[in-house]
């Protein structure tokens, strides 16, 4: 850096040169008739300016004449006289043989209590290669969202597939207990979808549990109840919301349990309610299914447990709750509850 | 006319539709529907899935039947929420639906317009014809 001969006895400008001659920013102080007193050593290296061209060559000469450029001279003259602001200020700066760089600029006007020494510090930076890698960074978040709806598309598209193959069955078969069997599969089947589903909605990786287990009952209710005025399938559920595995098992118990009550608590015409509810504390939540209608069998012990029950027993288990089963006078009471407290000690029961 | 471009969920959605009450017929991307449309008076409804491969994809095939044929019914589905993207009057259903869902939906859109309720005249003319 040469800076010109030094008829300016002023301190601070002596402090600035120096200030600009250690600085590692580009930068470049000008007069207002924007000509160069001094550029930084950085902005000499960046920019491939000769250090010794630098004193007393008007901004639109230096280099070959790239920094010429029409609005930027505006802008700068105005910043120099006070009455503009350059802040951020982007410009593209084109040479013969190179790539274009994108530059922010930021000018600042010295103020030295007289306007005829003028001063304007002005501070480039080539943001050319940020831009790109933030452009490249939006693209991989774009294509990353393409591929995750591509995926919840193919997902959803196999699940239709699988229900599609089970209903095809169950018109097939003769035997009414296979084709029962092959309606609760693929309202299971429909049960995983709605998680899904719900899942596909939102854009966290939670699933928000009370329009989970009402789109789900809503399903079930439409295909396994024929007189809604007869049965009614209530939900009642907190703002709570779980990790799509948990949700899963949970919507899988509901199904079960709802199903269950749907086949044996109402036989012939009998009126009802179930009753589905799931509230939380913390880590605990407890999850309930209540009918009112004819209650267990007095020998409930002896009857062989179905595919649902074998469901309920061990998704419960990997969710580290416990079942409870209660008369609910009338109708029976199922709940799923997990605390933390016996969680762990399971946990170490399972360890010894 | 159901457009469907898999062929297992295209012959469970021409038992959901005729469980409906409905007669139907069925292709395999959206070309083939514009064939068919071109063709026949008597398709009062179109129920298809958005991602097929063609030159359209199920989205444009409901905006061109709005614009060509608008009295024609439309069902629109898909795995992902499509559901703003629809033509005026559409309906859209998330996949995978279930039997009710599509007679629901079916039975909400043919409300208005009772009688006869055909998605579509059988070829061997058992059912009325409708214009």
């Known amino acids: 850096m040469a800076p010109r001969p030094t ?70 003259t105005a910043a120099a006289s006070g009455f503009a602001e350059v802040e951020s200020y982007e410009i593209d700066l084109n040479r013969k043989g190179r790539e274009s ?13 007289n306007d005829d020494n003028v001063r304007l510090l002005l501070a480039v930076s080539d943001v050319t290669d940020a831009r790109i890698a933030e452009k490249l960074k939006d693209d991989l978040v774009k294509e990353k969202a393409v591929l995750l709806q591509e995926l919840q598309h193919r997902v959803a598209n196999s699940l239709q597939i699988i ?52 789109a789900l009952c809503k399903s079930i209710g439409a295909s396994m109840i024929r007189d809604h005025n007869q049965l009614s399938l209530d939900v009642s559920a907190d703002d709570s919301s779980s990790a799509a595995d948990v949700s899963v098992s949970l919507g899988l118990i509901v199904t079960e349990l709802v199903i269950n009550a749907l086949k044996h608590a109402f ?3 009998r009126k009802g309610k179930i009753k589905v509810d799931y509230h ?34 061990a998704l419960t288990k990997q969710l580290q709750a416990v079942i409870k089963v209660t008369d609910a006078k009338p109708g029976t009471a199922v709940s799923v509850a997990h605390t933390q407290i016996a969680a762990v000690q399971m946990g170490e029961a399972r360890a010894v | 006319m159901i457009v469907e471009s898999e062929a297992l ?41 958005i991602n097929m491969s063609g030159s359209m994809d199920g989205l444009k095939l409901a905006h061109a039947v ?30 995978p639906y279930s039997a009710e869902q599509v007679a629901a939906v079916l039975s909400e859109l043919f409300s208005s317009h009772p009688a006869p309720h055909r998605l579509f005249s059988d070829p061997g003319g058992n059912c009325a014809k409708v214009a």
């Not at chain 1, 939540?285 to 074998?310: E, F, Q």
């Not at chain 2, 993207?85 to 309906?91: D, E, I, S, Y």
């Open chain 1, 101 to 113: 760089r994108r530059l922010v600029l930021n000018a600042q006007k010295l103020e030295y209590g």
């Open chain 2, 9 to 49: 969920i295209r012959m469970s959605a021409v038992h959901m539709v005729q469980d409906a009450g409905f007669s139907s017929l069925d292709v395999g991307n959206a070309d083939d529907a514009i064939e068919i449309l071109k063709d026949r008076r008597d398709v009062r409804a179109v129920f298809t899935d």
């Open chain 1, 7 to 76: 008829s300016h006895s002023d301190v601070s400008l002596n402090l600035a040169l120096a200030v600009i001659a250690s600085s590692t920013a580009r930068l470049l102080l000008l007069d207002g008739d924007l000509t160069l007193i001094a550029a930084s050593k950085s902005f000499c290296r960046a920019f491939q300016i000769d250090p010794v061209s630098v004193a007393n060559c008007p901004l639109g000469k230096l280099g070959a004449g790239e920094w010429n450029v029409p609005q930027l001279n505006t802008l700068l």
């Open chain 2, 66 to 95: 709005r614009g060509r044929w608008p009295p024609i019914h439309l069902i629109v589905t898909s795995g992902l929420n499509m559901a703003d993207k629809l033509p005026a009057n559409g309906r859209f259903i998330l996949k």
């Open chain 1, 267 to 269: 036989p012939g015409d």
């Open chain 1, 280 to 313: 939380s504390h913390g880590p605990n939540w407890a999850l309930s299914v209540t009918d009112d209608g004819i209650g267990m069998p007095a020998d409930a012990a002896n009857v062989k447990p179905g595919l649902g029950t074998g469901i309920v027993e």
């Open chain 1, 163 to 214: 229900a599609s193959v089970l209903m095809q069955s169950a018109r097939k078969v003769q035997s009414d207990e296979t084709r029962t069997h092959l309606f609760d599969a693929h309202q299971r089947v429909m049960s995983v979808a709605a998680m899904q589903q719900q899942l596909a909605a939102s854009s966290a990786s939670d699933v928000a549990l009370r329009p989970y287990f009402t």
